[in-house]
């Protein structure tokens, strides 16, 4: 029975052991599978780059079209001993360890689609498939992925989402981080002689605003560290966060306030400071009518589904892919409590989620 293949084909994929950053056996497996049905999988040379021990998996089918379907091997902890419990309608972990289904399910619902087509013998448009490694850290993997220029829109099976729902935008985060300098000096003999770095940091921080800022956009201390004894004045304060926001063009005024309250905080004591930022992942936003939109919503429907574009709060291979000027979505493939021990799959999603594939792919 169909469904029955597709679910052992998840198990097998969701037991290798391909923690983030260490996703070769899955990369392995995947071109295995690939070569077998007479695909011609290639691993690229990101890891040359990425600090995995494997490429990306990528292949062309019928010269590789215009489009792309993504998934991600890596699993943000290692499932090789996890006890899968296949139930009537679903696939579960015991309860002890990650299941897997973020991302296996998605590479699957790929791999299944694609074995349905060779066995069927039915007809392809061109397309390539990518499994990229380490989504879940450093997303190393999508930002290094290597494709052909003709790829203009790409199809990521990769949102915890219901099938039939797609994010259609997502917020991109931005990391800072404030360093602030005093001077040291001994706290109880010479206080005066000191600049305390951690209060500079403490009054730019209380001065600030975090959390919610619009509907948009969110900010975040992430880590604080500081300070060598305590009889010395502290001579350094190191603080991080974060910015995010579904409009990039909100980002910067945050992070420009930021430096501001710490620059003055720092200019009032005596002290100094470093200030700077980077995009961890840059965000996008699709109009209803885009051309990657429309097929997307002609894929769900196909599937016999109902197409539910909605915005993402996470970020994910679509928003690597969308910086690169391939017009992304994310397909929901119902992965439930990603991570978590009680992570799950329902059947019938995984089901739904390879036979969106497979409308994209058919001719
Ligand atoms: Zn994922």
Redesign the pocket.
């Known amino acids: 029975m169909a469904s029955r293949r597709l679910a052992e084909l998840f198990m097998e994929l969701a037991r290798l052991d391909g923690q983030s950053g260490k996703e070769a056996p899955v990369a392995k497996y995947a071109a295995a599978f690939l070569k077998k049905l007479g695909l011609p999988a290639q691993i690229d040379n990101a890891a040359a780059v990425s600090g995995s021990n494997t490429g990306n998996v990528v292949c062309q089918v019928g010269g590789g079209g215009d489009f792309l379907l993504l998934?991600?091997m890596d699993t943000?902890r290692n499932t090789s001993a996890t006890n899968q419990v296949l139930l009537e309608d679903r696939i579960t972990s015991d309860g002890k360890g990650q299941l897997g289904a973020?991302?296996r399910a998605?590479m699957a619902a790929i791999l299944y689609a694609l074995e349905r087509a060779v066995n069927t013998s039915s007809p392809l448009k061109p397309f390539t498939i990518a499994f990229t490694t380490q989504?879940?850290t450093t997303m190393a993997g999508g930002l290094n992925l290597q494709l052909a220029p003709g790829i203009k829109r790409g199809f990521v099976f990769?949102?915890?989402l219901d099938p039939g729902a797609y994010a259609t935008a997502s917020p991109g985060a931005a990391v800072w981080n404030a360093e602030v300098t005093g001077r040291a000096s001994h706290a109880g003999i010479a206080p005066e002689k000191g600049i305390c770095a951690i209060s500079i940091a403490a009054r730019a921080l209380a001065a600030l605003r975090f959390g919610r800022h619009d509907e948009d956009t969110t900010s975040n201390i992430g880590t604080i560290s500081g300070g060598e004894a305590t009889n010395v004045v502290p001579p350094s304060a190191k603080v991080k966060g974060e910015v995010r926001s579904l409009d990039s063009a909100k980002v910067e005024p945050v992070l420009a306030a930021m430096k501001a309250e710490f620059e003055k905080a720092a200019a009032a004591a005596g002290g100094s400071l470093k200030f700077d930022w980077s995009w961890d992942f840059k965000p996008y936003r699709h109009a209803p009518d885009a051309p990657v939109c429309l097929a997307a919503a002609e894929a769900v429907k196909g599937a016999g589904l109902a197409p539910a574009p909605v915005p993402s709060h996470g970020g994910?291979?679509a928003n690597s892919l969308n910086a690169k000027g391939i017009a992304t979505v994310n397909f929901g493939i119902g992965?439930r409590n990603?991570h978590a021990d009680d992570e799950y799959i329902l059947l019938e999603h995984l089901a739904k989620a390879s036979e969106i594939v497979w409308q994209l792919i058919k001719k």
């Open positions: 998934a991600h943000a973020d991302n998605g989504e879940e990769d949102s915890s994910s291979d992965a990603p």
